[in-house]
């Protein structure tokens, strides 16, 4: 079983529409998460640290349940420029520098 | 403007050739950080360095070696010991302090290696 889990998608989302995905981990003992954004052949880039309590960034959304394991990114108002691979990211409290890295969702936003 | 440098952007080698790949940063970090990306997979951690001069393998170091002589910069030579080394490869960086945020990574804009 990977460490981290993603659903590869593509989630196809109308301009304008709402879309959610998860990402599952296996580890309880990880500490902290990551919503990474990569863009077709570019290099990732960081859109959101996810905390406890959740968080916003304008339109985006992260959620964390340490109970069942999973962080969420919610994406609302989508703008054809969301289209991307959003990647997670965990990291293990026992190993610092071993992040870990989720395959990616691919979100296709179109007109 | 801070950031990272990698180069070459595109490389391509022969079979059992060694190739290095040159990764450079302004960003005063401390940890730096080599993966492997493949189509459909996640990134794969190479190898990572929290200080100068000092180094850890990652998941998948088989073939790979690394150098951390400078604060700067990183160096990654995949040798003729790689079995599958056509792939991505992006260095990254980190405050690398444990503090909080401390290991946000700031990548390069990779390099792609392609073996003929």
């Known amino acids: 079983r990977k460490e981290v889990e993603q659903d590869p998608g593509p989630f196809n989302v109308p301009e304008g529409a709402t879309v959610a995905f998860n990402c599952t981990y296996s580890?309880?003992?990880?500490?902290?998460f990551f919503w990474y954004r990569q863009d077709c052949r570019k290099e990732p880039k960081l859109l959101m640290s996810?905390?406890?309590s959740g968080n916003e960034d304008g339109r985006f959304t992260a959620q964390l349940n340490r109970a069942s394991q999973y962080i969420s990114l919610l994406i609302r108002d989508s703008k054809l420029s969301d289209s991307a691979t959003y990647l997670c990211?965990?990291?293990?409290?026992?190993?610092?520098?071993?992040?870990?890295f989720g395959a990616g969702t691919q979100v296709v936003v179109t007109p | 403007d801070g950031g990272i440098t990698q180069s070459p952007k595109y490389l391509f080698r022969k079979e059992g050739q060694n190739v290095t790949l040159s990764c450079e940063q302004n960003?005063?970090?401390?940890?730096m950080y080599w993966y492997r990306q493949d189509p459909g997979q996640g990134l794969r951690l190479i190898y990572y360095?929290?200080?100068?001069?000092?180094?850890q393998k990652g998941d998948i170091a088989e073939g790979y070696s690394v150098s951390r002589e400078k604060k700067e910069s990183f160096p990654l030579t995949v040798t003729s010991a790689q079995k599958n080394p056509t792939a991505f490869y992006l260095c990254?960086?980190?405050?690398?302090?444990?503090?909080?945020?401390?290991?946000?990574?700031?990548f390069g804009a990779g390099s792609r290696l392609t073996v003929l």
């Open positions: 990254a960086s980190s405050i690398g302090t444990g503090l909080s945020g401390a290991n946000v990574l700031t």
């Open positions: 580890n309880s003992a990880s500490q902290s």
């Open positions: 996810v905390y406890s």
């Open positions: 990211v965990v990291t293990p409290t026992d190993s610092w520098g071993k992040l870990q």
């Open positions: 960003l005063n970090h401390d940890a």
């Open positions: 360095s929290q200080i100068v001069n000092d180094f």
